[in-house]
């Protein structure tokens, strides 16, 4: 790490700091009508896990609009507007039935896409069942995720099959519910910041609570790019006899995806099992949820129990205050930036570009859906859906032109890792390698 033995001389000049207290709205609205919020309904959002949905209906919150979720006797899933059409009574109140739901007020029944199919006792019924439905959203379940898409009707986007999902020998586990009390803007920077993984995510570690592994903690070396749907960094660090090239990444403009978290670069690879895909949900402007899927590759040897709770750790808002402060996480991270991070009181380092590479492409996101076309990341067409390449890619020292301790080489060595994937993503390599693994064994 560099000292500079130069600073700007403290002056005790807290009295004279801006006091903006304004966040960036045009960037982190999501309700109904606002700019932000019109970009985000371009996009499939997650809602609930398909295991939250029982006998009782589910009332979630979505882009700042007040929902209910439920799956009927028939095993279908709706996503309606919470208050039914007749007098807006809550439908989180509703009895789940065979076809739908029914208002517990006075019965009338909705289907899953909010069709009216029945209104007991009234003589006009079947006139009034023709002139009134309730107001939902199409439902895609991938993995045990209940996903919807709030945007127009005309235009629906292919649910993101992503690459990462369909790897021979790598089971996909429905996560859990991260809730932060913040905007969705600051929790997907953070996946675009890898400095802060070797800095917040070795405090445990360093506090004797296992977390990461050990070698997160080596500072890397870092590069940025932008890929067909979103960007990646790439951070090249040595391990041992090798170097290990780390990647993340943002498809944009609500999922990112990541390799093991217990990756130690120990021994030369070219692709690695995916190991976790999030969603975040935009609930409001100053409230977000993250679901997420655990991809379990079958030479996993950690207990599934003991990985769950280790990716779960600091993510959530369940431990006690002073152990946060002791052991803090993404979450105390995330949400201790305030409701609404107020960018322009922030003073930007030399790996912070990932963030800006994020707020512009959402920017660009915003001001094409303002425009009338579509955003970066939009694909109406499943075929259209780029690749991902979240990955560690490790190599024996001797094989990557120069000193593994020259940050110049590491440099140029994630750079080219990054320009190879752009032409020959991570995960076809990863399939064709785990294929011929299991003929050779069968
Ligand atoms: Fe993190």
Request: with cysteine.
């Amino acid at each position: 790490m560099t000292t500079n033995n130069t600073h700007k001389p403290a002056a005790f000049d807290g009295y004279y700091r801006k006091q903006v207290d304004t966040p960036d709205m045009m960037l982190c609205s999501v309700g109904r009508g606002t700019a932000g919020g019109e970009y985000l309904r371009r996009f499939w959002q997650p809602v609930a896990y398909l295991s939250e949905l029982g006998e009782l209906p589910l009332r979630v919150r979505a882009l700042g609009e007040d929902l209910v979720a439920f799956r009927d006797g028939a095993g279908d899933v709706g996503v309606l507007h919470l208050h039914c059409c007749h007098r807006n009574t809550s439908l989180e109140f509703g009895v789940v039935e065979k076809r739908g739901i029914r208002c517990c007020y006075h019965g009338r029944l909705f289907a899953p896409d909010g069709t009216l199919l029945e209104i007991p006792g009234d003589p006009n019924a079947a006139r009034l069942m023709c002139e009134v439905s309730q107001g939902g959203y199409p439902v895609h379940v991938f993995a045990g995720i209940v996903f919807t898409y709030m945007g127009p009707p005309d235009r629906i986007p292919a649910f993101p099959m992503l690459d990462r999902f369909e790897i021979p020998g790598v089971e996909l586990v429905p996560g859990v519910r991260f809730e932060l009390e913040c905007n969705w803007v600051q929790i997907k920077e953070n996946v675009v910041d890898p400095h802060h993984t070797n800095i917040l995510h070795v405090i445990p570690q360093r506090r004797g609570v296992e977390h990461f592994a050990d070698e997160f903690e080596h500072f890397p070396e870092l590069t940025f790019m932008e890929t067909p749907a979103g960007a990646m960094y790439l951070a090249a660090r040595r391990s041992g006899d090798n170097v290990w090239v780390r990647s993340a990444e943002f498809f944009g403009p609500n999922i990112h995806c990541i390799s093991s978290i217990f990756e130690a670069g120990a021994a030369p690879k070219a692709a690695t099992p995916p190991f976790m895909t999030f969603w975040t949900l935009p609930v409001d402007d100053e409230k977000s949820i993250n679901f997420y899927l655990s991809h379990v590759a079958s030479e996993e040897t950690m207990p599934f129990d003991k990985r769950r709770a280790l990716e779960i750790f600091g993510q959530r808002d369940d431990r006690p205050y002073a152990e946060r402060q002791y052991l803090p996480g993404d979450h105390e991270a995330q949400v201790g930036q305030g409701p609404i991070n107020v960018m322009a009181l922030e003073h930007l380092g030399t790996h912070d570009r990932g963030i800006v590479m994020f707020r512009r492409f959402v920017r660009q996101g915003i001001k094409a859906v303002a425009e009338g076309k579509d955003p970066k990341g939009f694909y109406l067409s499943s075929e259209d859906l780029p690749p991902t390449y979240a990955n560690d890619r490790i190599f024996p020292v001797d094989e990557i032109g120069g000193s593994p301790n020259d940050p110049t080489v590491l440099v140029r060595l994630a750079e080219q890792v990054g320009r190879a994937y752009l032409e020959q993503p991570p995960m076809p390599t990863l399939k064709t390698m785990r294929s011929t693994e299991a003929e050779a064994s069968s």
